[in-house]
């Protein structure tokens, strides 16, 4: 009869002394630790014994290297609340941890179960005596971490999942939280170097320069001359798409953690410390936007885009009544970096990208409106304190979206245009004539004025040229858009020029455009002389003749 058994080779008879020895020294250090302690040689002893447990810690066999990190767990957990049990002593593991991580990475085809363990029980540790921990303690765990979480394991792992090792981390990750307010930023850092890591980012501490923030040559405050949605070469984040170098393997540790970033914020109650690290999380998150362009399958621009929504609605607020508001420079580097961001996502040439299906599609136009919205509902509400030229910057991003050419993004541009006619409106009888809302309206108002005309103009010429042959049907549903939007407007007299201020209550702007709305009455399209004739009789009423 043929009978098993698990040590039928000299290996694994071998891989079973070793784990036998290591137990037999542990339990020694472990049982008698009050007593040895006082010998004149236990701080060399011990030294020894932890340089044994990262030696067989990176063994070949998983068995092994799995017995020797618990074996170190083992001796110290039995001995961390021991009065004899020092600050040395307890610096040492710290460092054999730390050297157990850094030697597995260099290791070929090494296993990842040691490094579970190690974090397993680190967290173990962490957990019943977390009195034991001090600030530098928690941030040495939190790199072991950091590092265990970026390894690359040789074993097999299904593609778009995360491994075993990275469950591990990531879960531990959660279990440390709260943290108090001197591990936040590290542990912050710490989670967005996932992100970065997986993308080829460097994050720098760098703050973007005025040369760098002007988009197509302009400087100092003056205007784009280009009606469409040129790309700039000055800021980096024109070059950042062929830059990026995705790993892998890394990826679903990305995408999860950003889940994490925006939990870690929302738990945070200090202003000042969400301040401090908003603007690296603009940046990363920002960079990992833009691999929809890199890989747009990938779910990580998606997480990334609601990220970043998600922590810039309270972020942005909290920026502006921070410290760092005291600092004018570094506030305003930081809006023209986000303005920056938002301007290189929205306005990417797409032209490469792959065919979606209708679906999908639909997907990535939810995405960029609601991208869009965030915008003018958040972002631009709180940017009262910002200058001029972001102002300028960040509004102009609505404006090329009107100007697109794309048959795939009719909808954005509408959604452009519904945007620009929403910030006019916004400044009302209720705001100071210089609050952010009505410096907006001001601001958008010729712009949109501007865009207004130059369609409506061109309408008319070319429905005269083509003669009974009708326009594409995307050109009349600009007309459409415009006209409906102009019909709903109600601004308040001091968004106009002072020239037609009074003349015309809350529609100066239908006045302005008259002649030129008198112009478009020529059309053959039904709907369009529908909504002339209803903006017609609006105008009527506030001149009295109705």
Known sequence: ???????????????????VALSGVSRIFKVHFLYLVNLPQFAKNWMKLMELYQFYAVSPSAEVSVASVNALSDVVMANISNASFTRDHWHIVGETWGNIVHTAALVENGSEKPLVSLSNSITELYQKHTSRFDTDDVKRLLRILHSIGLYRSPEFIVEGELSSLQKTVLKVIKQLQPVSDEIFPFLFEKILDFISSAIGYQLTASEMTPNQFFLDGEENGGSTTDGGAGESTSHPFSALVPALFLRTHLLPLAQHSTSILVELYEKCTNPNLRALVLPDAIKVLGAAMMTKYVSHNHPLWKKSLSSLILITKTGLNDLNTSKIASDRAKLVSIWMELTCILHHFLLYDRTGMPQMSSEVHAEDERLDLQLLDHMSHHVLEVSGRIPFVVHKKMVDIFRR????????????????????FLLCAKGGKHDDLYSCHMSLARLVMPMIMKRCQEVLVLFVQDEKKLGNCPLPRHRLEEVRVILTELLKLKIHPEVVDSEIRGKSGNIPHLLVLFPLLCDVITTREPAIKELLQVIFHEIAKELNLE
């Open 1 to 19: 009869m043929m009978v098993h058994h698990s040590r039928n080779s000299i290996a694994k008879q071998w891989d079973e002394t070793q784990v």
């Open 401 to 420: 979206g009107t100007c697109l050419d794309d048959d795939t993004r009719r909808l954005f541009s509408y959604a452009c245009y519904g945007n620009m």
